[in-house]
């Protein structure tokens, strides 16, 4: 049966005792119909468009809240019914290749390096970043300047480069001891070059404020039910036919609140090349299997040093898609900025896809 986010409220019916207590527990999921009266004259042109009239005069919204985090995504039945598009990449591939000879395509002579040096990897080397996010603010830049020539080998060399250059920074600063690791992949992401690369942080005092509120949501749920809220999450994304197949300690699914469009989340209890490893899998399906061409990385991690307060904080992945990198429409807006996620893409054909992949 291929399942559809507009049949969300009866699998939740469906759901035996225990998972549907635990729906009920982490998400609140409400339909309404949204309506219109377009004129006459407009009509040929919603069905040229749409395909039909009447879908479009009374559209199904399927509004889903995790009660925990408060995040909220917005589903409109007619967005959610589209087929799953595998995008052109000619005009993408040929803008990358016409940018080949930015700073990065030399990074030992087009960037700087670190105060305590550079490390290097099998397939990537780091850099201090110019203008920096923070205190310690460095790249991780990939020999191959296509970043959409994506291989779970480089992946974990790339990570691991990464990790090597926050221990290192830690070690000359060891009251900087907060990391946070970021991919952002082609200009729809927000990156301001096309060559490969990623980026990490280190700060001092504070942890960054998203990843400070994931780790009092993981430890006030705990208080509250003696569960983990990971464990939870996952129980109910799997009943539910969207969670990834556990592989080598690794959990994932494709998020029902997600930020933007096909997020999927991926943890472990600790950093290191089983995670790194499989978040280059799934970016191998997501460029490869899905069509993806612009996507966003961010690395959730505990700090360096006393570990009390962060003691089950584990290693943990968000990957989105940022659409398509022709369409000059910016993919996030005031609703998302400020509201809720409005979200063009259906969760169950993506965990389809990615289940027969992974």
Request: hydrophobic letters at 45%; one cysteine or more; charged letters at 25%.
């Amino acid at each position: 049966m291929n399942r559809s986010i507009v049949d969300l409220p009866d699998l939740i019916d469906a759901l035996p005792p225990t998972e549907r207590r635990l729906f009920d527990r982490l998400f609140r999921v409400t339909v309404s119909v949204g309506r219109l009266r377009p004129p006459a004259e407009m009509e040929p042109w919603i069905i040229k468009t749409f395909g039909a009239l009447e879908p479009v005069l009374a559209q199904k919204i399927v509004r889903v809240t995790n009660l925990v985090t408060l995040e909220t995504a917005l589903y409109n039945e007619l967005r959610a019914r589209r087929p799953m598009e595998v995008r052109s990449s000619g005009d993408v591939l040929a803008e990358i290749e016409k940018n080949a000879g930015d700073p990065l395509c030399t990074p030992l002579t087009g960037t700087p390096e670190d105060i305590f040096g550079r490390v290097t990897g099998k397939f990537s080397v780091s850099a201090s970043n110019v203008a920096k996010y923070d205190e310690f603010s460095g790249l991780v830049v990939f020999n191959d300047h296509n970043p959409l020539v994506v291989e779970a080998e480089k992946v974990v060399d790339y990570l691991d480069v990464a990790w090597r250059w926050l221990e290192a920074a830690h070690r000359a600063e060891p009251s900087a001891r907060f990391p946070f690791v970021l991919w952002n992949c082609l200009w729809k992401s927000g990156a301001s070059l096309i060559h490969g690369h990623l980026q990490m942080v280190l700060a001092r005092d504070l942890p960054y404020g998203k990843v400070e509120a994931l780790r009092r949501t993981l430890v006030e749920y705990r208080t509250r039910f003696e569960s983990g809220f990971l464990d939870d999450l996952y129980a109910v994304h799997d009943a539910l036919g969207l969670s990834l197949p556990p592989r080598n300690g690794i959990r994932g699914l494709v998020y029902l609140t997600p930020v933007k469009e096909r997020e999927v989340l991926l943890w472990a209890g600790a950093p290191g090349e089983a995670l790194w490893f499989a978040l280059g899998r799934l970016l191998e399906i997501y460029v490869r299997g899905l069509g993806v061409q612009a996507f966003n990385v961010g690395v959730y991690l505990p700090p360096f040093g006393d570990q009390d307060a962060w003691e089950d904080f584990p290693a943990l992945v968000r990957v989105v898609d940022r659409g398509d990198p022709t369409n000059r429409t910016a993919d996030i807006a005031g609703m998302e900025l400020y509201a809720a996620s409005v979200v063009a893409s259906d969760p169950f054909p993506v965990a389809r896809r990615l289940r027969e992949l992974w």
